[in-house]
């Protein structure tokens, strides 16, 4: 790893064509966060993106205090804010009492909250403020899947125009405007760069192709998931429902919204609002309006890590460098505190300064805060799953007892909020 952003290989000429300062590969909330930061920095930042236009499907909502602070720094903090909802308080309830509460009031830092935000206006407003910053960074239509590293630049395979989840005509025509170089047909262009940072999920194509070690895990637990019409009184508390066939957690939403995931006892094959409405009201007492569901997913749950994040002149980060349970709510966080813990390192590196030390810092550091993500996910998902009424009931009475312990309140509160 020492030798891989070292001045000695910093000075890779270009063959022809033009060369950027870093290739970003996947424009999800990861690879949108690292552009923009490495912009800000002043450097030469191509964002190379496979969909021809952002998603639809809201994934993650939760966006934890210190990835709040980063978001601050690229600028993006104030239109998150006036887009989210503020959650500063968690309950537990269980057969209609509430067993536990939280409050997220004296967690350090400026942002003393959970701010809840569906994932694609996130993406948005980060995509809004690349654009604004520096136009024409991101390239969508330009599918990756291959990386040649000569130990001083990158050489990039895209196919442009075909791959999964990208686009025709659109792709096409990026390539006078992107310095695509077409090399191996009408369809497979180059990019080069000095270093590239691949952000391309959990399934990531360069991961693979450079042959780095991944460990998977598949967990018994799968969900349901709506986002429905709020017609609780619960405001901008988050609930969790502890009850006997398994948790429903509700987490309030902009737009008079709340999302509500429903631990399932196996992967729902055609999920509908109907049936997953009637199933919160059956465990809840709460039922939500099916017609109002703007929003359905039914999922199961495992993990991947890989060995290394850093292979030759490429650094994987996000769910490329550690895909976690979504019932931990802390992939995307995970994943913008790598961009902000990488941003700086590759900075150095293209300046020319020693990075091994930082590098192998970087490494350790993002690989532990995984690790520590995954293991909250783990408790997560174990307090969710079915039990018995009277199993169910002591377990509550423990946890409610623990959070009513300031010292122990505090630390739960923390580790919600990922301090
Ligand atoms: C149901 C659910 C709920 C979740 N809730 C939360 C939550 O509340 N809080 C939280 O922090 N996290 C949550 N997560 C996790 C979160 O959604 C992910 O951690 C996050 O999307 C990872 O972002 P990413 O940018 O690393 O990857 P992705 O979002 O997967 O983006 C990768 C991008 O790369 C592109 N791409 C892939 N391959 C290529 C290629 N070869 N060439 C070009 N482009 C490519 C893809 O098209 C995609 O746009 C949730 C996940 C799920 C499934």
Not at 67 to 90: C, E, N, Q, S, T
Not at 227 to 236: I, M, N, P, R
Not at 277 to 305: H, Q, Y
Request: charged letters at 20%; one cysteine or more; glycine letters at 10%.
């Amino acid at each position: 790893m020492s030798e891989l952003l070292s001045p000695r290989h910093r000075a890779g000429v270009p063959r022809s064509g033009k060369l950027y300062d870093v290739a970003v590969v996947g424009a999800g909330p990861v690879g949108l966060l690292m552009a923009l930061l490495l912009a800000r920095r002043g450097l030469d930042v191509a964002v190379l993106e496979q969909r021809t236009a952002r998603g639809s499907h809201s994934r993650a909502i939760g966006i934890h205090p210190p990835a709040l602070a980063v978001l601050d720094d690229a600028g993006v903090g104030p239109a998150l804010l006036a887009a989210g909802v503020r959650i500063r308080r968690g309950t537990a309830r269980s057969r209609g009492r509430e067993v536990a509460s939280l409050s997220f009031d004296a967690v350090p830092g400026r942002h003393p909250y959970v701010l809840a935000v569906p994932q694609v206006i996130t993406e948005q407003l980060l995509e809004e403020q690349l654009e604004a910053l520096r136009p024409g960074t991101l390239r969508r239509g330009v599918h990756v899947h291959g990386a040649d590293d000569d130990g001083a630049t990158v050489t990039l395979s895209c196919h442009v125009g075909e791959g999964p989840g990208s686009g025709t005509a659109a792709g096409l025509r990026l390539e006078a405007d992107l310095d695509l170089e077409p090399s191996a047909g009408p369809d497979v262009s180059t990019v080069r760069a000095r270093l590239v940072v691949a952000a391309d999920g959990a399934y990531s194509v360069l991961r693979r192709q450079r042959g780095v070690p991944v460990r998977t895990r598949t967990y018994p637990d799968a969900y349901l998931m709506g986002d429905f019409a709020d017609t609780t009184s619960d405001g901008s508390t988050a609930v969790l429902y502890l009850e006997a066939g398994g948790i429903v957690e509700s987490f309030p939403l902009p737009g008079g919204t709340r999302r509500w995931v429903a631990r399932m006892p196996g992967v729902v094959s055609h999920p509908t609002a109907a049936g997953l409405a009637s199933l919160i009201g059956r465990r809840t007492g709460i039922r939500p309006e099916p017609d109002s569901c703007s929003m359905l997913s039914a999922f199961p749950v495992s993990s991947r890590m890989p060995r290394r994040l850093i292979s030759g002149r490429l650094a994987l980060i996000g769910d490329a460098a550690h895909q976690i349970s979504p019932i931990g709510g802390q992939g995307m966080n995970l994943g913008w505190l790598d961009a902000a813990a990488l941003a700086p390192i590759v900075a150095a590196a293209l300046r020319g300064e020693p990075t091994a030390a930082a590098l192998r810092q970087f490494e350790a550091d993002r690989r532990r805060a995984a690790a520590t993500a995954t293991w909250q996910a783990h408790l997560n998902m174990a307090l969710g799953r079915p039990l018995p009424p009277a199993v169910l009931a002591a377990r509550n009475h423990v946890f409610g007892a623990l959070t009513n312990i300031p010292g122990a309140h505090d630390a739960v509160a923390n580790r919600f909020t990922m301090h």
